[in-house]
């Protein structure tokens, strides 16, 4: 069968037409010759959504975003999706709205929900939902920060302001002044450091001697530390310890009147005998003194001895 060039014209210009409205197609973001299953879900802000955004799961791009149909009625847009994965997808799964960094603009990722068994038909509508991005979340965070930073700022600027009520003609004289007198006596303290370092460098001579004689003191009082420290003082302690005990021993018996000494100080009877022992030999001293005759006799012609009479009781014997 001999083709004319008339078939061969047709069978290209429709070669032409299908190439046309499959290149079309694809540029859409759809490709007639796979098998995709089309999704709906409904938002109220696509946040800068684009029509052949990608559609992904688990990271995984499965589709494309085909068309976003605003609703005069509601306000709200519904976001036509294609997928072409044949992962399950129930009923119940989640397209949410992400935004995966700075620069790659807005997609949708799919939650699906594995416990549910009942897969969602091409043409179902989908739960929507969305996730705040970085800089939504970075925004969140830094909306405390600036009205903190706004409070500073108010709390900032009333301080400068009653700085500048206090700060008067007056006031800024006298801080004036108190800085020129801070000035003069750093000037002083300048000269007085300045005249107390002449004065160690004339006398260096004499603290170095100071010092010498110091680390001289120093060890004479370590030597002598150590001798102390080698004599026996704990003997010497230990001696003297036991002679505190004994005179408490013997002041504890002189209380409770043990010994001679004991009975003296605790005995009113021994008391009094040995006062009138005193007394008597008082007495016999006193009679001795005044008839010496009586006691010591010497006599060569035999002269009688005179009649003893009692001497008479002093006041000191009284």
Known sequence: ??????????????????????????????????DYRTFYVEFDNVEG????????????????????TLHHETAKLTVEIQIKSDFPISKSSVVNLYEP??????????????????????????KSGIVPGLLTGLG???APVQQKVE????????LISNLNDVLDTKTKNNLKASIENLNATMASFSKTSKSLSEIMDHNKGKIDGVVTNFEKISSNFSKVS??????????A???????????????????????????LLKDDAMYNNFTKTSKELELLLQDLRLNPTRYINVSVFGKK??????????????
């Open 1 to 34: 069968m001999k083709i004319t060039r008339e078939i061969k014209t047709a069978i290209l210009v429709i070669a032409s037409i299908l190439l046309f409205i499959w290149g079309y197609s694809f540029l859409r973001g759809s490709d007639l010759l796979s």
């Open 49 to 68: 959504l684009a029509p052949s955004a990608p559609v992904t799961i688990s990271g995984l791009a499965v589709g494309k975003v085909t068309a976003i």
């Open 101 to 126: 960094g700075f620069i790659g603009g807005k997609q949708l990722q799919i939650i699906p929900n594995l416990e549910d068994q009942t897969p969602a038909e091409s043409g179902d509508k989908l």
């Open 140 to 142: 969140d965070k830094l």
């Open 151 to 158: 409070l500073v700022l108010v709390s900032a600027d009333s």
């Open 226 to 235: 150590d001798t102390i420290a080698k004599a026996k003082i704990g003997e």
């Open 237 to 263: 302690i230990n001696n003297l310890e036991k002679t505190l005990d004994g005179v408490n021993k013997i002041v504890k018996d002189l209380e409770t009147g043990k010994g001679t000494m004991g009975k």
């Open 305 to 318: 001895n005179k009649p003893y009479v009692a001497p008479k009781v002093t006041d000191t014997i009284k």
